[in-house]
């Protein structure tokens, strides 16, 4: 049974220029054994911080476990996000101390994960958006996200579609329509464009929107998806027919794992989203990518070109990315020392 000896958080901030922040766990077992988690530091920052030194590190101490499961009771003491970056800490280490791999543990069947990217341009810049989906096929990625926004859709995904036919592209709207007529009609058009998935066209929860929307579309809907119930709603409801897995929004890998499943059984495609600028977020990502169900490229890569805080870095090779099955846990070797340089704050528990 591993049994949790110390925690350390550091929130971290990428140096030169480079704003991202992160907030990493670092779990160390009675043996010794350290085990890694991170998720994204919110924008604007919420109580993730002060729910994992409050409350879920010395829930943490306290707790008989005898597998990472185990711990998802702890979630009710915090956000998803702070759960999230204990539950990966808590895999990492249960996985070093048995010397397995995560991709393995969770039940990858995958020894590589296709790569895609998320492109971000400013409205009206399409021969920015059409460079940068160059780029992303340069480097092997075989999907590019766009982001749209009304008034910004039809354009950008038509010259992306036109620069290149064949490439799978997603519509990622951010929440941002209603059921207006002008707003349908734009959603209704991309329809003809042959994208992957729009992601995200109506806000968080308004399932019902999705499904009356999927009714008109051949293309996949996939809704933003906060928890396993509101999964299970939208499956029932049939809002969708692809499911993103953001780890750190679900609250860790645990809860990954089984919205995978129902995804899964229910049809819908899947792909993986990494969580965090420092590696050990994409790492956890490409661990569920490696699940059986998660069929489309997924986000899991470092930012291409930037400095390196695991080792190897999680990154592609022509738009492919290996699953570590050779060493345990994450399969990374974080940078302890330079990490503990950029943290802004660092807690220890116990002090």
Excluded: K
Aim: with cysteine.
């Amino acid at each position: 049974m591993p049994r949790v000896q110390g925690c350390q958080a550091f929130r971290v901030t990428m140096p030169r220029g480079r704003r991202p922040q992160s907030i990493l766990v670092r779990l160390t077992g009675e043996d010794g054994t350290v085990g890694w988690g991170e998720v994204a530091f919110p924008e604007p920052p919420d109580s993730t911080w002060a729910d994992i030194e409050e409350r879920l590190a010395p829930a943490l101490l306290g707790l008989d476990w005898e597998r990472p499961e185990d711990v998802s009771a702890t979630s009710e003491f915090g956000t998803r996000r702070a759960a999230a970056a204990v539950d990966i800490a808590c895999w990492d280490l249960w996985c070093r101390i048995r010397g397995l791999p995560l991709a393995h543990a969770l039940g990858g069947t995958r020894t590589s994960i296709v790569t895609g990217v998320r492109i971000d341009t400013e409205p009206f810049l399409l021969e920015t958006l059409v460079t940068r989906a160059n780029q992303a096929v340069g480097g092997g990625h075989t999907r590019v996200t766009l982001r749209v926004r009304p008034g910004w859709d039809i354009e950008p995904v038509r010259a992306v579609r036109a620069a290149y036919p064949a490439l799978a592209v997603v519509a990622d709207a951010g929440g941002s329509y209603t059921e207006s007529a002008e707003h349908l009609d734009a959603l209704q058009a991309l329809d003809a464009y042959g994208l992957l998935a729009l992601q995200r066209p109506f806000p968080t929860g308004d399932l019902a929107a999705h499904a009356r929307l999927q009714q008109r579309l051949t293309t996949a809907l996939c809704p933003e998806i906060g928890d396993l119930d509101m999964l299970d709603a939208a499956i029932e409801q049939q809002a969708g027919r692809a499911l993103g897995l953001d780890v750190s929004r679900l609250g860790g890998l645990t809860a990954a794992r089984g919205a995978h499943d129902r995804a899964y059984s229910a049809g819908w495609d899947v792909w993986c989203v990494g969580s965090g600028s420092f590696g050990i977020g994409q790492a956890a990502a490409v661990a569920v990518a490696a699940l059986p169900g998660c069929t489309l490229p997924s986000d899991v890569t470092d930012p291409a070109g930037g400095p390196a805080f695991v080792s190897p870095p999680v990154r592609s090779s022509g738009g492919v990315v290996g699953v570590p099955l050779t060493q345990p846990g994450l399969g990374h070797e974080v940078d302890e020392d330079r990490i503990a340089r950029l943290a802004t704050d660092t807690l220890r528990i116990p002090a």
